[in-house]
């Protein structure tokens, strides 16, 4: 068939079955909060935290990642009066709600679902600006608590650190997150 627009019936029936798709998409994916508590011990080499300053670096690293801003808690000890570690060691109490997928086979009765969205995070050096060249070892140190902890799809992970040395590309995460959508 030979027509004037270029378009066979074929790729404007695809084209219509695509954007159904991407409709359908857009509505949402049903999921719950699920709370989490966990712990790391971090230990510098190139990079030490005040505890204040661990506590506020880990807290929005896990909301970037789609942590409900209002659950995240985060305890770091290790300090003294200054609040300075006592060495290169920090031991991290964290306690934050991710979301998950609800389960078509859940009984009735729990709370109603939240319509989440995937979002792309990236995460690197000054990406986002609060994040810096010396946070290597914190991200590679965080890799477990990330991908236990939170529903994620596509993720690229990468961390080479090196001791005594700040790298512009030395870490990376980058993929898509399980989010509640933003008002």
Not at 57 to 79: F, P
Not at 116 to 137: L, Y
Request: with cysteine; glycine share 10%; proline share 7%.
């Amino acid at each position: 068939m030979n027509n004037r627009t270029g378009f066979s019936p074929l790729v404007a029936l695809a084209a219509g079955l695509l954007a159904g798709g991407a409709h359908a998409a857009d509505t949402g994916t049903p999921a719950s909060w699920q709370e989490h508590k966990t712990s790391f011990t971090y230990f510098g080499i190139t990079s030490n935290y005040s505890c204040s300053g661990m506590e506020g670096k880990v807290k929005q690293l896990l909301t970037q990642l789609g942590a409900r801003k209002d659950d995240v808690h985060v305890n770091a000890g290790g300090c003294g009066v200054h609040d300075m570690p006592f060495g290169h060691f920090l031991n991290v109490d964290v306690r934050f709600s991710t979301l998950a997928p609800v389960d078509p086979a859940a009984p009735a009765g729990a709370a109603p679902p939240v319509a989440a969205q995937w979002s792309t995070v990236e995460i690197k050096p000054n990406r986002p600006s609060s994040m810096g060249e010396g946070d290597c070892e914190l991200i590679e140190q965080l890799r477990e608590l990330i991908g236990k902890n939170f529903t994620s799809r596509n993720v690229d992970y990468a961390a080479t650190c090196t001791p005594h040395q700040l790298g512009l590309n030395s870490y990376s995460v980058h993929g898509e997150f399980l989010k509640a959508p933003t008002t």
